[in-house]
């Protein structure tokens, strides 16, 4: 099993920057394919990002595109969200997955982390 932490939420005003962290243990990184994932209040949660286990494969939602990028470090066994551009509407609860076996399918997830952007 992996255990998931993120951090790097908070608050930021609209057109700023936030980098997310999120750092797993248990497991080696390389072993999981990742993924970020977020939920507004009263919303479902909706999948942003996901990068594959050697991090040649990365897909992202087009709400995102062109502002956001995943990226991971092996070695440090962390994946990153760095955030640009950002909108009031990203605001949410930002979760970080790990799935064995697929990049659409999740089974271990971090605690999330709150990013607020503010108008």
């Known amino acids: 099993q992996v255990q998931l932490v993120e951090s790097g939420g908070g608050l930021v005003q609209a057109g700023g920057s936030l980098r997310l962290s999120c750092v797993t243990s248990g497991r080696t990184l390389s072993s999981f394919n990742m993924g970020w994932f977020r939920q507004a209040p009263g919303k479902e949660r909706e999948f942003v990002a996901s990068?594959?286990?050697?991090?040649?494969?990365?897909n992202s939602a087009d709400s995102v595109k062109g502002r956001f990028t995943i990226s991971r470090d092996n070695a440090k066994n962390t994946v990153y969200l760095q955030m640009n551009s950002l909108k009031p509407e990203d605001t949410a609860v930002y979760y970080c997955a790990a799935s064995f076996f697929s990049m659409t399918t999740y089974n271990s997830w971090g605690q999330g982390t709150q990013v607020t952007v503010s108008s």
């Open positions: 990068i594959s286990k050697s991090g040649n494969t990365i």
